[in-house]
């Protein structure tokens, strides 16, 4: 059995026909991780038996000829920044290297309700924050196109473990373009959904207004199908919307003809690498081919979409992670004879420097005096995006772009320079803070090998269109090879 | 502010910090180039973002639930993860200090 080739479609399939069982499956992907995730380091948190128990679960269901869930048997892998109960989940951080959750998040429960298999916890960056996933507490993840770059971050371990095979599909998180940069540096498919879509019940949170759970998968189908089952209303959750789910896998096979595309001047201009340009335009020619029609757009905001984000986003965590301070649960410095310096010493000790930067910067930004000025400020800034993309979206379907100005870069290249690392996500960033949905897909790679990522971005609530335009994409290039 | 952060930060740390903070406050300072006198803050997107609304609007009803008790956590299950039990509380140092 190829474990390489095969997709969410095809493994269900494969299980109901009983071409070959679950358990047996579940044993060549662990057989496969243990072979060659010590070079890629994509998984930090194994768990066979639970896997394997889960996975007799389905066959002897198959075995009486029960109806089987929709996913039955299908093997993915969980950013370590979701919580699963039982299962050790420490969110990339020191801080939590013991931490055993006691439920479950929602978008996961609802995967293993579907049928599908958790085979482990994927690394990343420390709480989700960094851009090459060189920010996890134990030790990066390398690009399996290319051992000497970064696979992106910071669902760096989904993305990688996605493109190496060591699972089928994985769930990541992104908050700035975490689903869709790695996707684009690792050649898989990335969907970041619509703010609310997909529950955060469960999501260890980072920046609350800007964080989404979304699927990285090896084609667009399969991001649509595993959609379906993660996305809706939950109780827990209460910015979760109340909006009906398409059937995705339906809406992807709608063709794209007579769908208007935005293309973006501020998105192809200074730091875009010139072989990313002609990949990318070259995609978009396709979509023109197949019968899209081209509009140019303008987002005239886009330069104040990175300051405004480390500013809302920092503000946001330095709030978030005031939590972890030694009491409840997570690490507990040994040094420390008061409460103050438990505080102290508990969060110094626990967290890495990219965390520590970014909650001083946040706690700056909420400070009394400075308040106004960068926080308020960078809320106005998040409105002028949202107008810019609601003006857009009266004249287009879509929005498309680059995935990231670069190709994936090497292991430590931009590890000391924190400001050269934020831009990498310089264009991912704005829909995270416009809530809108966006999906990184393959389109092409540079002369040595490194893939190329397509970003469309749709709007709110109508990831279908999107999907449906990234669907073309890949049908466009299996044609063309 | 590494006090209001609650962070310790080692002498090599608050130099390090100063620095790239200071180049990211910089780059963060661009946003002033922006005249924001009539716009409102968007603090999420969920809430209308005085955009106009018609993208948004009823689409986003936040999920609501009925304010009806429900079993939470056990007790022995939220004691789980503490670095310090008694079995019954979470265990700290002193919190009054001489």
């Known amino acids: 059995m190829n474990l390489n080739v095969l997709t969410v479609e095809s493994t269900r399939v494969a299980i109901r026909e009983r071409q070959f069982t679950a358990a047996r499956l579940v044993e060549d992907f662990y057989r496969k991780i243990e072979a060659e995730d010590p070079v890629i380091h994509a998984y930090l948190t194994l768990c066979e038996d639970r896997a394997l128990q889960r996975a007799r679960r389905i066959d002897d269901l198959a075995g009486r000829g029960d109806p089987l869930p929709p996913l039955a048997g299908v093997p993915v892998a969980i950013k370590d920044v979701m919580v699963t109960k039982g299962l050790r989940s420490t969110a990339g951080s020191k801080i939590l290297e013991n931490f055993v959750p006691p439920y479950d998040c929602t978008a996961v429960e609802r995967l293993e309700t579907a049928g599908a298999i958790v085979l482990g916890k994927t690394n990343c960056d420390e709480f989700a924050m960094g851009s090459s996933n060189e920010n996890s507490a134990y030790g990066p993840v390398c690009n399996p196109h290319d051992h000497s770059r970064v696979p992106g971050g910071s669902s760096g371990g989904s993305a990688a473990a996605v493109a190496a095979g060591t699972t089928v599909a994985a769930l990541g998180s992104d908050t700035g373009g975490s689903i869709r940069q790695p996707a684009a540096f690792c050649g898989v498919v990335g969907l970041m959904p619509t703010y609310g879509r997909v529950s955060r019940y469960g999501l260890i949170a980072f920046a609350s207004s800007l ?236 002369k040595p090998g490194l893939p190329i990522g397509l970003q469309i971005l749709g709007k709110h609530f109508d990831e279908g269109t999107i999907l449906r335009l990234a669907h073309a994409v890949e049908h466009g290039r299996a044609s063309a090879t | 502010m590494a006090d209001l952060a609650n962070l310790e930060l080692t002498a090599e740390e ?55 008790p429900r079993p939470c956590l056990e007790h022995e299950e939220a004691l789980k993860n503490a670095p310090d039990s008694d079995g019954n509380f979470f265990k700290v140092p002193k919190v009054i200090e001489k």
């Open chain 1, 211 to 446: 964080d989404h759970i979304g699927p990285l998968t090896k084609t667009v189908k399969d991001a649509a199908i595993v959609l379906r089952y993660i996305a809706g209303r939950d109780r827990q959750d209460s910015t979760s919307a109340d909006v009906p789910v398409p059937d995705y896998e339906q809406e992807i096979e709608q063709p794209v003809k007579g769908l208007r595309l935005g293309v973006p001047k501020e998105y192809f201009g200074e730091g875009l690498d010139a072989e990313v340009r002609t990949v990318v335009e070259a995609a978009i020619q396709q979509l023109a081919e197949d019968g899209c029609q081209i509009v140019p757009v303008s987002l005239p905001h886009t330069p104040y979409a990175i300051p405004a984000y480390y500013v809302i986003a920092t503000a946001e965590a330095s709030s978030n992670l005031a939590r972890y301070d030694g009491v409840r649960y997570g690490y507990r410095s040994p040094r420390a004879k008061t409460l103050s310096e438990m505080y102290r010493k508990s969060r110094d000790e626990g967290f890495g420097a990219e965390v520590k930067r970014r909650i001083m910067l946040g706690t700056y930004a909420l400070s009394s005096g400075y308040y106004d000025a960068y926080y308020l400020k960078a809320q106005k800034a998040r409105t002028l995006l949202a107008r810019d993309f609601e003006q857009a979206f009266h004249k287009v379907d879509a929005i498309v772009t680059p995935t990231t100005p670069t190709a994936a870069f090497k292991l430590g290249e931009k590890a000391d320079d924190p400001l050269a690392m934020y831009l990498a996500d310089i264009y991912t960033v704005v829909a995270d803070l416009v809530g809108i949905p966006g999906i990184s897909v393959p389109c092409g790679q540079t």
């Open chain 2, 14 to 68: 608050r130099v390090r910090f100063v620095k790239d903070l200071n180049s990211i406050l910089e780059y963060i300072g661009r946003l002033n180039e922006l005249n924001t006198d009539d716009v409102p803050p968007m603090a999420q997107v969920l809430s209308s973002y005085g955009a106009g609304g018609e993208t948004i609007g009823d689409k986003f009803a936040y999920a609501q639930r009925d304010d009806i």
